[in-house]
């Protein structure tokens, strides 16, 4: 038996000589035939001399010139090659200084002639494209001379800024010194801090080079008050109110990113900006003003799956961002599966739900969220009609922890199960607390994500009082300049307490293991313990790990080998009997809303008559 899943979302397929493929808007490969089109082409060629340079400096050299990048792209008319010529000369001695190669030379010319000595409006012939040569003399590397600072700046030890006598001269070290600088101040309290000077000299007599900065750090002042701008339909007072930005509150940079990212992860705003005014209030006060752009409002989108176990599978929502002027968001959505796996349709999968969320409820750091669900379930373990109604408030305490607690009310009707037909009727109050430093939520390179929850339940048909407690961690370390390879790992474990018999707790609260989500080269939920008839019970506990090595091969494409593992069991704690291992390899393809992900995996202790193998695709890592 094979499992084969997918979800995907096609953009438009485009053909220009070549068939051209699109995923979600974004081009995989072929040609485009929406790339941008030049009025009068004119064609040209580029030999770059670079034999007298060492190799960092000729990669980047070669990596600055837009001539080599686009050397495939024609230009808008002869003026055009001159024109692309010069701003190439000048990123090019850039290049040169961030190097610290203040005497180097760099000579373009074009069909022979040099760049200087062109006609205003030059003419080419277009019988062969025009010949563009490069040529680099680098000069000697020049060393740190002489580091004064200036005004406010004078307290400040230049060596903590990279600036040492004989120490690395390139622009860009001397421009990183200064903008710190200026960021220390801002920290400090100092919203009016600036850069007043920075000269700098090179002695091309000593190859060294003289620097001088100068900081005015202004006054320590706090936030003042707080504007807003270009809202439409969004309250500004609730704008404000999440922001927290608050008046009094001494001025910080950080507090205004971290108030930034707040505004735009609630997704009605295309774009946040939060501007510091340029001098302070009479009180002493910084004002500040946040200018937002709303996006649209309202959202729709659908899906499709398929599974050579499963059939395929439908997916639509419809949702609104700001119901009430307060970024309140109502989410409407559904979904069918198992078609063609099946010809009875009551033995589809259905799932319909309406979720509310609230943010900034009682307190600015409070969401609360209400929801409703409905499901229609026909896994291998169990056949099960759900209704569950849901209402939580989480509280961030601060941008790593939050905690949550909520009620919850689900009926149950489990109609086929290894116990036969049972009803339930389930109250229950789930907690957690999450801890959360990864850098990325979709493509995480460092941190980790830590959650321990538990969930008391009363059982009202049978009198059954239990309750689950769950805990994982998954953690990241990229190695190498670009993070070129991140080692990801995660653990997970869960116990069920209470309740005489595993048959008194609803079958989709007991606990099963396998699948895209815990141990890939297993179907969904066929790691469980099974009764003497062959049939999946589910178990009391379970423990599940997974070690991944996420490789770069190129910007785009990785290749991540994977080991998963688990094990469920009738125990009250998890022992690790009966372990399950599942090794493969996926591959991923970045994009700029997350990888898209693909992996095969196979079981290396295989059920009777199980699954031999499983493939796997969505978005985003597997954890």
């Given at each position: ?89 000048d990123r090019l001695i850039a290049t040169l200084y961030e190097k610290a190669r203040y005497g180097g030379v760099v000579t373009i010319t074009v069909n022979g002639t040099p760049l200087d000595a062109l006609p205003p409006t030059p003419t080419f012939s277009r019988a062969k494209p025009v010949a563009v040569t490069i040529s680099v003399d680098p000069g000697p590397i020049f060393k740190l001379g002489k580091i004064n600072l200036l005004g406010d700046a004078t307290r400040l030890d230049p060596a903590n800024y990279g600036l040492v006598r004989g120490g690395d001269a390139g622009s860009l070290t001397i421009l990183k010194a200064g903008d710190k600088m200026v960021a220390d101040f801002k920290n400090e309290g100092h919203p009016l801090a600036k850069l007043d000077k920075r000269d700098v000299v090179a002695d091309h007599a000593s190859n060294t080079v003289d620097v001088s900065l100068k900081v005015e750090s202004g006054p320590v002042a706090p936030f003042g008050n707080v504007g807003v701008t270009g809202q439409k339909s969004v309250d500004p007072d ?386």
């Open positions: 038996m094979a499992a084969v899943a997918a979800v995907l979302a096609l953009g438009p397929v485009c053909a220009q000589n070549a068939f051209a493929f699109k995923l979600f808007g974004i081009k995989l490969w072929g040609e485009d035939e929406t790339a941008d089109q030049v009025s009068d082409p004119v064609r040209y060629t580029v030999d770059f001399q670079a034999d007298n340079l060492d190799k960092d400096l000729k990669e980047a050299l070669n990596d600055s010139s837009m001539l080599i990048s686009d050397k495939d792209k024609p230009v808008s008319g002869d003026l055009g090659v001159v024109v692309k010529a010069r701003d190439d000369r609730f704008i404000k109110r999440y922001a927290r930005i608050n008046e009094g509150k001494p001025y910080s940079p950080d507090e205004l990113k971290k108030a930034s990212d707040r505004l735009r992860k609630l997704g009605v705003f295309s774009s946040v900006t939060i501007r510091e005014a340029d001098k302070l209030a009479p009180d002493g006060s910084i004002p500040t003003t946040i200018e937002v752009s709303e996006g649209k409002q309202r959202f729709f989108g659908v899906g499709a799956q398929y599974s050579t176990i499963d059939g395929f599978g439908l997916q639509g929502y419809w949702g609104h961002r700001n119901l009430t002027g307060r970024a309140d968001s109502l989410r409407i959505e559904g979904s069918v599966s198992r078609i063609g796996e099946t010809t009875d349709v009551g033995q589809l999968d259905y799932t319909a739900g309406i979720t509310y969320v609230r943010p900034a409820t009682f307190y600015p750091s409070a969401t609360f969220t209400a929801g409703l669900k409905m499901q229609s379930l026909h896994p291998d373990a169990y056949d099960a009609n759900t209704a569950t109604a849901s209402g939580g408030l989480a509280y961030e305490i601060n941008d790593q922890d939050t905690v949550s607690a909520g009620g919850e009310v689900s009926y149950e009707q489990d109609t086929t199960d290894a116990f036969g037909k049972h009803n339930y009727l389930t109250v229950a109050i789930p907690l957690e607390y999450v801890r959360d430093t990864r850098d990325n939520k979709l493509d995480p390179t460092e941190g980790f994500r830590a959650s321990i929850s538990a969930k008391p339940s009363y059982e009202a048909m049978g009198g059954t009082v239990f309750s689950s407690f769950e805990g994982s961690i998954t953690g990241y370390k990229g190695i190498g300049a670009n993070n070129n390879v991140v080692f990801a790992g995660k653990l997970a474990a869960g116990s069920l307490l209470g309740a005489n018999s595993i048959e008194d707790i609803p079958a989709t609260r007991r606990f099963y293991a396998g699948g895209g989500g815990s141990v890939r080269g297993y179907s969904y939920q066929e790691i469980s313990p099974y009764n003497s008839h062959g049939d999946e019970t589910g178990g009391r506990s379970y423990v599940t790990a997974s070690f991944e090595a996420r490789v770069k091969i190129t910007d785009t494409i990785g290749v991540v080998p994977f080991v998963d593992m688990g094990s469920v069991t009738d125990s009250v704690l998890p022992d690790g009997s009966d372990l399950r291992i599942g090794a493969g390899v996926g591959l991923r393809y970045a994009t700029p809303f997350g990888p898209i992900r693909l992996d095969v995996a196979v079981p290396l202790k295989k059920y009777d008559n199980g699954t031999s193998y499983g493939i796997y695709a969505g978005i985003g890592q597997a954890f």
